[in-house]
């Protein structure tokens, strides 16, 4: 669904009203009359198979909480298998493609992805809700650019305290190039703590800061992404130093990735603390998923692959959205979401639309959310540009289409001659697990999915 016009948010009359209205036609606990709160929380390579929701491997008491108030989406997908570009669609509404960012950016300053970032004439959604009168805010990772043309306090956030890169150390706030990466706003400026505890810090404080104005809050954790740091992990960069190991110096992996996912789990307890001590939890849509699925540190449960590919483990993730007196508590929904509808949905429940050149490519699900609907049907896409792994996938209904030219590589290194791409057709609803290819016997459909996957690269400018 796409609109066509930019919808200023209420004016003040029309606030008190839709109060009068609303106080007239709907017992008191029905009453919403001030424009909600969006708090969007994204983890990093966080799996399908690693929290307590999903039957996870991890305790994650506060997602658990968070899933017992609201609703856990067990069909929900990010619109890239990596950390960039599936950002650059969650912040505005459309596939990465359109924004400039097809591709992960890379922190070393020799590589071309260094050098690129968010699209200058793209309409955030920090500044669709500045328009509307929000304040906006995003506490932790961006990873849509290094150079400070793309500082977020340059696309529509009031506030930022976070870093710019792909990732840094958790405890010195160094990033893979030896260079200090934690920023206030424009200004790099370093504080102590561990990253989990910090984004806790200010997200606590900007909660009690803005208690009586609309706000948007975008909580980017950088957990679980490597370095592999628990809480009580040594700093391992150092400013001017890059010599250390990429994933980090720790050992035990496995025993750093289940704290950091703790921690972020803790951080985020603190943020749904804040809301009820500020009387604002019936205000706010808090909505929690990952950036792509989990690394082989992690686990995507049933699904196979991993993140950077386009099997299932690589873009579908833990997604779960409460406010209560307006999503069910404690209800699952099936519903093909993605990524890309975040912003269509929580700006609508905010007055606002797309702008009018730009209209989104996810939908509104708000019905969804509030009314327990299915989503309407649609095909998703994924394609990226040759980075980590060759490929294209497309969704539609039940069946799912797979491009893996890795598959074909190993192929050809065995002596067989492959020029065209090979798609692979998957039954999900049978086979969530992706291990049955059924294109021979859906020859139909199979044509059907890649002349809408051509159709697609051409309209968005994908590879
Ligand atoms: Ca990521």
Redesign the pocket.
Known sequence: MTKSTVVPFHSLAAVVLAALIVGCAAPPAAEHTEPPNIIVIMA??LGYGDVSPYDGWIETPNLDRLAAAGMMLTDFHTSGA??SP?RAGLVTGRYQHRAGVPAVLLADSASPLYHQGIDSEAHTISEAFRELGYTTAILGKWHLGYLPQFNPALHGFDEFRGFVSGNIDYQSHVDRMGRPDWWNGETLEDEEGYLSDLIGDHAERFIAGHRDEPFFLYLAHHAP?YPYQGPDDPAERYAGDDTFPGVGAVTDRKRAYREMVESMDASIGRVLDALEEQGLSEDTLVWFFS??GATRVGSNGPLRGF?ASYWEGGHRVPSLAAMPGRIAAGSTSTAITSTLDVMPTVLAMAGGAAHPDLPFDGTDIGPVLFDGEDAPPRRLFWSSPAQFWRGAAVRDGRYKLVIDRRTQRAAAAEGEEIIDPVPMLFDLEADLGETTDLAADEPQLVEEMMAALERWREDVGAP
Request: aromatic share 0%; charged share 45%.
């Open positions: 990093d390579d990596v950390c599936t992404h950036d792509n993140k």
